[in-house]
């Protein structure tokens, strides 16, 4: 059973419940248990790319500050770090 997602209180987890969690709901809940954040687990990287360039034009498309480098490196690094295998 998956419960919390992992490590969101690391400098690279913070990145990615900052923006991707802007669109898709609080990050952090009561208890650990969110519905906001997508949940890494829940994909490979391969798709977390493709995913993360989707993202990055809808990001684009609402006229939100597009991810820098330095956070598109942070959220690829987090991703890679807990997606499915
Ligand atoms: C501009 C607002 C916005 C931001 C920021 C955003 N998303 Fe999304 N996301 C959406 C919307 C709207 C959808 C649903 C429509 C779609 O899938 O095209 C979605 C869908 C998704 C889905 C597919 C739905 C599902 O549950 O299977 C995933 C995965 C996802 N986003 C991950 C991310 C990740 C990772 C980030 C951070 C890099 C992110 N999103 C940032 C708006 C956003």
């Known amino acids: 059973m998956l419960t919390e997602i992992p490590e969101l209180n690391t400098a690279d987890g913070r990145v990615f419940a900052q923006r991707c969690g802007a669109c898709h709901g609080k990050p952090f809940g009561s208890h650990g248990i969110t519905h906001g ?43 890679h770090r807990h997606a499915k295998s």
């Open 37 to 79: 954040v997508p949940d890494p687990r829940f994909r490979t990287i391969v798709e977390w790319q493709e995913e993360l360039t989707r993202m990055e034009s809808l990001m684009r498309e609402k006229g939100l500050q597009p991810l820098t480098d330095h956070e598109r490196e942070a959220i690829t690094r987090y991703l």
